[in-house]
């Protein structure tokens, strides 16, 4: 019913950058939050990064200053640019999108490997 397709992992150095992009498509009435969340191997998965319909963002303490997330509404995709990269980031990185409708729906994308070397 809906898909999220995600885009711009890979592997950068430290101190390097990565821009990730995330669109949502299919039956969508309206997208209240869109973030992201990672998980690296043997850890839980944690949210990174989240951004409402109106614009509210909410950072982990351990990005702040170095990711950014933006949102465009008009296209239900949103973005997370990565700036000072550290081996600390490295993780599967996964969109998520809460779906609005008769009852809402969180969706996930498959997920995208970010690797930051030494």
């Known amino acids: 019913q809906v898909q999220l397709v995600e885009s711009g992992g890979g592997l950068v150095q430290a101190g390097g950058s990565l821009r990730l992009s995330c669109a949502a498509s299919?039956?969508?009435?309206?997208?209240?939050?869109m973030g992201w969340y990672r998980q690296a191997p043997g850890k839980q998965r944690e949210l990174v990064t989240e951004?409402?319909?109106?614009?509210?963002?909410n950072y982990a303490d351990s990005v702040k200053g170095r990711f950014t997330i933006s949102r465009d509404n008009a296209k239900n995709t949103v973005f997370l640019q990565m700036n000072s990269l550290k081996p600390e980031d490295t993780a599967v990185y996964y969109c998520?999108?809460?779906?609005?409708?008769?009852?809402?729906?969180?969706?996930w994308g498959q997920g995208t490997q970010v690797t930051v070397s030494s």
């Open positions: 951004i409402t319909s109106g614009g509210r963002i």
């Open positions: 998520n999108a809460n779906v609005g409708g008769y009852f809402a729906k969180n969706y």
């Open positions: 299919g039956s969508i009435s309206s997208i209240n939050v």
